[in-house]
């Protein structure tokens, strides 16, 4: 894993999918020993002194060396897990309606539905929970249908389903002042703005 942004176009656009990738795997599920072994080693100077990205990655990649596995799960745990309400909603409807399940979700499969994807029956989670939405962005930067997986459908999906809420979803999270996950907010912040700017760039 080397998440840092590169200087080619290529690499650039390798390390966006595998960013998108790595905060799926973190928001989705306490992340795998092998994950977070990857994360403590990974190197953390970019390519060029002061890159938007790379205190906010350092951050994270030393809280990730200074808990234990068991400390992370038990954050993850905290904020997502329990009976009842978790301490920190996921999923994009509660955000832009206060419910789950409601109009921006059937927007959600209007729209993947057009991109040709579709929810596998046997995951538990809905479309809207940020982890598939970022795996849905990781297939339009790096899938193989070109029609599909493009800039303009990448800054579509990004425009519609999760730049209205990914902020107050990490301000959720920075609120909780739990280690790894206010530095995996604030490193989720700096990505979002950073892709935020580069759409912008295309208008």
């Known amino acids: 894993m ?8 290529l690499d650039e656009e390798t390390a966006r999918a595998e960013l998108y990738g790595l905060l799926a795997a973190l928001f989705y599920a306490p992340p795998a020993p ?28 030393g809280a990730a060396r200074a808990a234990d596995d ?5 954050e993850f ?12 909603s996921v999923y994009g409807s509660e955000y832009l309606s206060g419910f789950l399940n409601e109009k921006p979700l059937a927007a959600l499969r209007e729209d993947l539905a057009r991109l040709g994807l579709a929810r596998d029956a046997a995951m538990p989670e809905t479309e809207d929970h ?15 249908e070109v029609e599909v997986c493009n800039l303009t459908q990448q800054q579509a999906f990004f425009a519609r389903h999760l730049q209205p809420w990914t902020e107050r979803l990490c301000d959720a999270l920075a609120a909780q002042a739990l280690p790894f996950y206010a530095a995996l907010a604030g490193f989720t912040r ?3 703005a950073v892709e935020a700017q580069g759409f912008d760039l295309l208008d």
């Open 70 to 74: 068991a400390a992370i799960q038990d």
């Open 130 to 144: 940020f982890a598939c939405l970022c795996e849905v962005m990781r297939y339009l930067i790096a899938g193989d």
């Open 77 to 88: 745990d905290a904020l997502f897990g329990g009976v009842g309400k978790p301490a920190v």
């Open 2 to 9: 080397n998440p840092m942004p590169q200087s080619s176009a």
């Open 190 to 192: 700096a990505f979002m």
């Open 34 to 61: 092998e994950l977070l072994a990857q994360l403590r080693v990974a190197p953390t100077e970019a390519p060029s002194a002061g890159a938007y990205l790379e205190e906010p990655w350092r951050a994270l990649v």
